[in-house]
T-cell receptor, first 113, second 116 residues
Framework: AQSVTQLDSHVSVSEGTPVLLRCNYS??????LFWYVQHPNKGLQLLLK??????LVKGINGFEAEFKKSETSFHLTKPSAHMSDAAEYFC???????????FGKGTHLIIQP | KAGVTQTPRYLIKTRGQQVTLSCSPI?????VSWYQQTPGQGLQFLFE???????NKGNFPGRFSGRQFSNSRSEMNVSTLELGDSALYLC???????????????FGPGTRLLVL
């Protein structure tokens, strides 16, 4: 069985300040982990993924995430927020034998001017 | 290369009707998965098709069904619609050349279904 917990349903930051979106996972097997972003009325876009290579993963638009097995975490960060980052972010886990992707409930990122 | 396309983008149906949604994967992708997104339940896996065969199915009633054609295009059908079926239905495709768990799934824009 696998599950994902996104620790914050909403995060609000000022433009130009760092972003931290927190994600904890549970999986019976070595998982692959993903972060997707969804802008209003759009589909999901892949930001980055971890597949047991380097634990620090760099993605698009300046985002990165660090896989910490001991903490079962995969937090998403960005050094400086832009207004265009305002969106819904989903942490996703995939493991061998699982039925499809398992999504977290999502974190709504708000960027204050 | 064109992305995943879904048609129609919006649909309004009434209770008891049935609906068919269509998904065209990225060229060369052989796996198509379907997800339901609602405010209450979030994103939930419906089913996955690979080479015209349903490989996995999520925890949804039998009213939800799908199929995949030889060109990898997929359709999903919902019969006897209920108010609770109102949702954004997302289709995703992947190559399926390596370990399945590691494959990136590429999502379409979704079909928004409203059941009245």
């Amino acid at each position: 069985a696998q599950s994902v917990t996104q620790l914050d349903s909403h995060v609000s930051v000022s433009e130009g300040t760092p972003v931290l979106l927190r994600c904890n996972y549970s999986s019976s097997y070595s998982p692959s982990l993903f972060w997707y972003v969804q802008h209003p009325n759009k589909g999901l876009q892949l930001l980055l993924k971890y597949t047991s290579a380097a634990t620090l993963v760099k993605g698009i638009n300046g985002f990165e995430a660090e896989f910490k097995k001991s903490e079962t975490s995969f937090h998403l960060t960005k050094p400086s927020a832009h207004m265009s980052d305002a969106a819904e972010y989903f942490c996703v886990v995939s493991a061998p034998g699982a039925d499809g992707l398992t999504f977290g409930k999502g974190t709504h990122l708000i960027i204050q001017p | 290369k064109a992305g995943v396309t879904q048609t129609p983008r919006y649909l309004i149906k009434t209770r008891g009707q049935q609906v068919t949604l269509s998904c065209s994967p990225i060229s060369g992708h052989r796996s198509v998965s379907w997800y339901q997104q609602t405010p209450g339940q979030g994103l939930q896996f419906l089913f996955e098709y690979f080479s015209e065969t349903q490989r996995n199915k999520g925890n949804f009633p039998g009213r939800f069904s799908g199929r995949q054609f030889s060109n990898s295009r997929s359709e999903m059908n919902v019969s006897t619609l209920e108010l609770g079926d109102s949702a954004l239905y997302l289709c995703a495709s992947s190559l399926q050349t390596s370990g399945r768990a590691q494959e990136t799934q590429y999502f379409g824009p979704g079909t928004r279904l409203l059941v009245l």
